[in-house]
């Protein structure tokens, strides 16, 4: 269940509602990236978005609330996403390729968010991190299918737990993409981290 307020899209002013929560969690995870979940106070983030302390207490209860909604949302936007792909594939290589493709993006275009990710989700008390951990692990099985599939095509013996720490692997250098798009243009870099990505996957 998501920590933040349920809202209903209906009318107008559900709408505005739902587009400042949404212009919240993008700026919380800007100030995130840069200044770590500690280093940033709730008046701060309320600033950002043109609203006072007290009033982004109608959006979420408190700035944990705020964590787990930024990766509750990098959690079941890579699982949903990760479906589609799968789903509209022909075979696990090409599902697989989706997959790595599908990563890069979301990588290069939400840094902050995945730099989020990879440093504050331990910063989540149990209760919180547990559904977050649940979408991350079965979007990693996705991939995990993918490969195991390809070992029966090719008439290998599957290993399960192998195919799950090269799937850990691989989304972990595409996860390193904050760091790299330091270093060229993200147009540039994809091409690279998709072709690491597959060799290592296909080793």
């Known amino acids: 269940m998501s920590i ?3 809202t209903d899209l209906s009318g107008p002013r559900s709408r505005q509602k739902a587009e400042r929560t949404d212009l919240l969690l993008r700026q919380a995870a800007r100030l995130f990236a840069r200044k770590g979940f500690r280093g940033v106070s ?3 983030i309320a600033s950002e978005v043109g ?3 007290p009033a982004l207490y109608r959006h979420f209860s408190n700035k944990v609330a705020i964590l787990t909604a930024v990766l509750e949302d990098v959690s079941v936007r890579l699982l949903d996403g990760g479906r589609v792909r799968v789903a509209a594939s022909a075979s696990p290589g090409v599902a697989l390729e989706a997959l ?6 979301f990588a290069l275009e939400e840094t902050d968010r995945i730099r989020v990710h990879n440093r504050d989700l331990a910063t989540l008390p149990e209760e919180f991190a547990g559904p977050v951990r649940r979408a991350q692990r079965d979007y990693v099985e996705l991939w995990v299918d993918q490969l195991v599939l390809l070992d029966e095509a090719a008439a290998r013996t599957p290993d399960r737990s192998v195919a799950r720490l090269k799937a850990q692997a691989a989304i972990g250098l595409l996860n390193s993409t904050p760091h790299s798009v330091r270093h060229g243009d993200p147009v540039a870099v994809k091409p690279v981290l998709v072709h ?3 060799a290592a996957l296909r080793s």
């Open 51 to 53: 609203i006072s302390g």
């Open 4 to 6: 933040s307020n349920a």
């Open 100 to 105: 790595v493709d599908f990563h890069a993006d």
């Open 42 to 44: 709730l008046e701060e």
């Open 196 to 198: 690491m990505t597959l």
